[in-house]
């Protein structure tokens, strides 16, 4: 979706565990079009595939399914059959979870709401409609059929004046999801978001802007968890900088939980959100330009992070962006002692970044590094670390080939990868090329056998 491609290069996203996140859904739908396949028996296992790239997979549940209590299908690009999707709905009494795609127009929507009344979690497909219809007046009692939602997500395609029919189940939920709707910003987002009062979790795009985090925080005083995702830089201009974040900070003492794409931050604003929220378990920050400096003095932002790591304790996950130096890193490895998953990219100045991060972080399990200035001596200053790790991703650092050799000869029980994507390297060339891109991690298993040719284990 549009939101997300604009991810590509911000973070390292094309790091093994995003694969996994893409690969394991990948796997479900495959699992679910088995078991679809398999329970109508084998023979019809043909006709079935078909039907599904057809779009008519819906169509597929046996008549004698009524026990479904989960259906998403948000993510599917394709047509469905909607009659088939009616029809599954009215015999699924148990029906909690239902998140639609772009092909369910507004009409069934509602439909579908006036057959489902005890919905806790729905996602909306298609949401374009004239406010003075008739299907719209439906609509609006259909929802008022459904006040048990908890949960809204979807409006991938919106029409934002119809979207007041949903400000009536607005004060009973816990959580909302609009990352993926940029067509609802503005006023309109605006006014949603004050009927929203118990919101536990928030996602939305940065379109809300600095205004609107302020109303959150004025809002939301239950909030825990919050992403702010960037909105395609076609689409929108708006953006949220430090002061997004400061009110948040200071509006929602709930809040543990955070990733937050930004314009621009300053430290003195990290020094605040700190003192703020000492109670962060995640705090993830990405700047957009992910080497800027302080907006205010220029200076990296080594003390707004170490403050950050000195505040809360609890910090398991941090990821962090901007201007950083290797100072940073001695004031994670001294304060943030549980420290379980730390990405970095563009940061630190010296090996002695990395080693001192190593030598503090004892909780250490997962570590992402990319565009690094951190070669062999951080690396092999103490192999034994990673026995104690799940894994450590390099790419775009100074690390060379016969490093990562001499680290997998020494560590039998890593699995050391180098992936060779683009041919770049030559496995009989000199050892003494930089690796582009390697990942390592405990195994008990040996080396795995499903790797693509282009990814060497050492
Ligand atoms: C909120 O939830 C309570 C309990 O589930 C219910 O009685 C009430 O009608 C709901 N109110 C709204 C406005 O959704
Ligand atoms: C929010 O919506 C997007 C798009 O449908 C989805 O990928 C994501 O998992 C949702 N997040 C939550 C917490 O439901
Ligand atoms: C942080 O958590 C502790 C323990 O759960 C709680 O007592 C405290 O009130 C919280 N602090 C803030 C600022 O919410």
């Known amino acids: 979706m549009s939101a997300w491609s604009s991810f590509q290069g911000l973070f390292p996203i094309s790091s093994p565990w995003f694969l996994l996140v893409v690969m394991a859904s990948q796997l479900m739908a495959l699992l679910l079009l088995l078991l679809i396949a398999g329970f109508l028996g084998s023979w019809t296992c043909k006709k079935t595939m078909s039907k599904i790239i057809e779009g008519h997979w819906l169509s597929c549940f046996p008549d004698t399914c009524t026990s479904l209590v989960s259906l998403n299908f948000a993510c599917l690009k394709g047509e469905v059959n909607l ?17 639609l795609n772009h092909a369910v127009p507004l009409d069934v929507l ?16 298609s949401y374009v409609n004239d406010p003075d219809s008739e299907t ?6 259909a929802i008022r059929n459904c006040m048990s939602v908890k949960s809204l997500s979807g409006f991938l395609e919106v029409a934002p004046p119809c979207l007041s029919a949903f400000h009536l189940i607005c004060p009973n939920l816990t959580s909302l999801n609009l990352s993926y709707a940029p067509g609802i910003h503005g006023a309109e987002l605006i006014k949603l978001i004050r009927h929203c009062r118990k919101l536990q979790r928030l996602w939305i795009l940065d379109c809300i802007g600095d205004g609107g985090l302020e109303v959150v925080a004025s809002t939301c005083k239950d909030l825990q968890e919050i992403r702010v995702f960037p909105s395609d830089p076609y689409i929108g201009n708006a953006a949220v900088t430090e002061a997004g974040l400061v009110a948040l900070s200071s509006g929602c003492p709930k809040l543990h939980s955070i990733l937050y794409f930004c314009q621009q931050m300053t430290n003195a604003a990290l020094i605040t959100v700190a003192k703020n929220c000492p109670n962060f378990t995640r705090f993830r920050l990405c700047i957009l330009d992910p080497t800027k400096p302080d907006a205010e003095t220029n200076q990296p932002f080594d003390e707004g992070f170490g403050a950050i790591a000195r505040s809360c304790k609890g910090l398991r996950r941090l990821s962090m962006a901007g201007l950083l130096t290797d100072q940073v890193f001695l004031y994670i490895g001294m304060y943030a002692k549980q420290l379980e998953m730390l990405s970095i990219a563009f940061a630190g100045n010296t090996d002695k970044g990395m080693q001192d991060l190593l030598n503090g972080c004892k909780k ?9 200035p951190f070669g062999n001596a951080a690396l092999l200053m103490d192999v034994g670390k990673y026995e104690t790790m799940r894994s450590l991703w390099m790419s775009s650092c100074e690390v060379t080939l016969e490093a990562c050799k001499s680290l997998a000869k020494k560590m039998p029980r890593l699995n050391v990868e180098i992936i060779n994507e683009n041919d770049q390297m030559d496995v009989s060339a000199d050892d003494r090329q930089k690796v582009e891109k390697m990942f390592l991690y405990r195994t008990l ?11 060497w284990t050492l």
Request: hydrophobic fraction near 40%; include cysteine.
């Open 83 to 99: 009659a088939a999707l009616e029809r599954l709905i009215a015999r699924s009494p148990n029906l909690r979870s239902l998140r």
């Open 136 to 141: 719209y007046n439906k609509l609006v009692m």
């Open 364 to 372: 250490l399990r997962k570590l992402e590094i990319r565009d690094c």
């Open 445 to 455: 298993a040996g080396r795995r056998k499903d790797a693509p040719e282009f990814v």
């Open 110 to 125: 509602q439909s579908i709401l006036t057959r489902a009344p005890h919905l806790v979690d729905l996602g909306v497909g």
